[in-house]
């Protein structure tokens, strides 16, 4: 596409001055339409962000916020030590129950089952299943563990809902990681005589540990955040337990899901909630980058 | 140590692809042989099913038989693994473990195949490093990644990973394709040092590599794009290169190929 000229005259030396108008005026034009489009994308989570330091951070500063329940008759004095653990609590037993599935899936599909029917088959299930909504997970472990099996709700079976929730993404992005190293570096290996397991082990998990344990940090990331799971399959609850069996369990997103049944959404505890859930999350996506630098330096990029 | 490879009728398949027919030659031990060739005549596939690493590829299977000192290396109940431990391979391109030391790369052989006593591997890894004339550059700094190395150290740090696990024989790939002159001479230097103690198969696309490093040479060639690769003569790298025994040899030796 070329604009108008604009001297129509036979050219007689090289023009090398400046753009001409027209093209001046389409560049200035999508220019201040493109840094409007990205102040609209970023001013919201700036918002978010403010909104939820200034109403969060006066309860987070306190003391008490990391030594209390929600047991006082003195909201002055409520913590959110019982929702704290409960968060991290529930993200553990996810993690520990969803991390051995997923890397074992992914070593199979990427190192033994690679190419075959079968391997794409299961690829696409997890494809799928990465699109599963939260609250569909739910309402399945709901169904399974209560209805079906007459179980009562508890923090294992929210786990449980989150582990459908964290295995398809730790699972894709640890198949993608395994794909990246080098097949000369399996060659190299069995060319030393080294069996395929031992190879596994010693040479391909640690050279893409990194980025693995990215993806896992960003699926604990991701599942520590869901709501739906825990509104369906616990109970609210406002004092301190580490029992994961009660029904009566208390994490961060059920204290502002909580809150807002109460009708009393907006106020400074529930927004320290907000906080430090935010907080909480950032910090492991931070963990995940810093693991994710480190690991590109050591391949070279 | 230094066994003698024999090769018999051997025809190796892709799949449904005929890659290579009626293979036979043999290697005497302590030699250098020079696999020389046109792309695609399959040289390097019949270094690979020396020591059955053509299986990693799927789909890949061979016919015939491959002797080492009388073994079958195809026979029944030849673990593939067991074959890789006594053929060792070099490759095109240096592939140090990036994820290990210097010192670990080096001893990884046996460190992962259940050598644990530290002194002893040390020793090993020294010994191996002075066998591939890298030791004086990395004795300082054993901790450090292998990808810290430069290409041509970083391809004798493969060769002293290969020979550490004390290999009978070791097979190279255009070991020197991917380097500069002056790193490609330290390495060939290298291979004449090496078939004092191993047989050494090498592949090269160099012609003066293979007259330079070779006690003898074979030569392979494809009638046409799509045939199967064949190989056209094997003899003493001198008679070879001076008065080969077939018109195509001498062809291709002199530029008049194709």
């Known amino acids: 596409m070329s604009s108008t000229s604009d001297n129509g005259s036979v050219i007689t ?289 | 140590m230094a066994k003698r490879i024999e090769v018999k009728d051997l025809n190796i398949f892709y799949g449904d692809f005929h890659a290579v027919e009626g293979v036979e030659l043999t290697v005497e031990p302590r030699t250098v042989t020079a696999f020389i060739g046109p792309s695609g005549c399959g040289k390097s596939t019949v270094l690979r099913t020396l020591n059955r690493m053509h299986e990693v590829i799927p789909g890949a299977y061979c016919t015939g038989q491959v002797l080492l000192d009388g073994t079958d290396l195809y026979g029944k109940g030849i673990d593939p693994v067991a074959v890789r431990h006594t053929v060792g391979m070099v490759f095109q391109r240096a592939n140090p473990f990036p994820a290990m030391s210097i010192r670990d790369n080096v001893v990884a052989g046996l460190r992962l195949t259940g050598a644990k006593n530290k002194k002893a591997l040390d020793e090993v890894a020294e010994h191996a490093l002075r066998g591939a004339n890298l030791w004086g550059e990395v004795k300082d700094r054993l901790d450090r990644s292998g990808a810290s190395l430069s290409g041509g150290q970083q391809q004798r740090l493969c060769i002293a990973r290969a020979i550490a696990v004390q290999p009978e024989v070791l097979l190279m790939d255009e070991p020197c394709s991917a380097l500069d002159p002056i790193s490609t001479l330290a390495i060939e230097d290298l291979i004449n040092e090496l078939k004092e103690e191993f047989t050494v198969v090498i592949v090269t696309h160099n012609m003066q590599q293979a007259a330079r490093v070779s006690d003898r040479t074979a030569f392979f060639n494809l009638k046409a794009q799509g045939e199967p690769g064949h190989l056209v003569e094997i003899d003493s790298t001198e008679k070879i290169f001076s008065n080969p025994s077939q018109k195509a040899t001498e062809d291709y030796i002199s530029g008049r190929f194709g």
């Open chain 1, 13 to 301: 030396s090289l023009e090398l001055t400046k753009p001409s108008g027209p093209r001046l005026a389409r560049n200035g034009c999508v220019s201040v339409f493109m840094v409007f489009a990205t102040v609209l994308a970023v001013a919201p989570l700036v918002w978010v962000l403010w909104s939820a330091i200034s109403k969060g951070i006066g309860s987070m500063l306190r003391a008490s916020w990391w030594t209390n329940a929600m047991d006082s008759a003195d909201q002055a004095k409520w913590g959110a030590l019982h929702a704290i653990v409960g968060t991290i609590q529930i993200g553990l037993i996810t993690a520990v129950i969803s991390v051995p599935i997923a890397l074992l899936t992914a070593i199979y599909l990427v190192e033994y089952a690679r190419g075959t029917k079968m391997a794409r088959v299961v690829s696409f299930a997890v494809d799928v299943l990465t699109g599963v909504p939260s609250i569909v997970a739910a309402l399945f472990i709901f169904a399974l563990v209560v209805t079906t099996f007459g179980g009562h709700q508890s923090a294992w079976a929210a786990s449980l809902a989150l582990v459908i929730l964290m295995v398809p993404t730790v699972l894709r992005s640890t198949e993608e990681m395994l794909k990246l190293v080098p097949d000369s570096l399996r060659e190299a290996s069995f060319a030393l005589g080294i069996t395929k397991w031992r190879t596994i082990v010693s040479v391909v998990l640690p050279t893409s540990i990194s980025g693995i344990a990215t993806g896992i940090m960003l699926g604990l990331a991701r599942v520590m955040g869901e709501t739906a799971p825990l509104i369906l399959l616990l109970q609210f609850n406002q004092y301190f337990t580490v029992n994961p069996n009660t029904p009566t369990f208390a994490t961060l997103p059920t204290i502002i899901s909580n809150a807002y049944t109460q009708g009393s959404a907006d106020t400074p505890t529930v927004w320290g909630a907000a906080l430090t859930l935010i907080v909480l999350v950032m910090g492991l996506n931070i963990i995940a980058k810093s693991i994710s630098r480190r690991y590109l330096r050591r391949m070279g990029k």
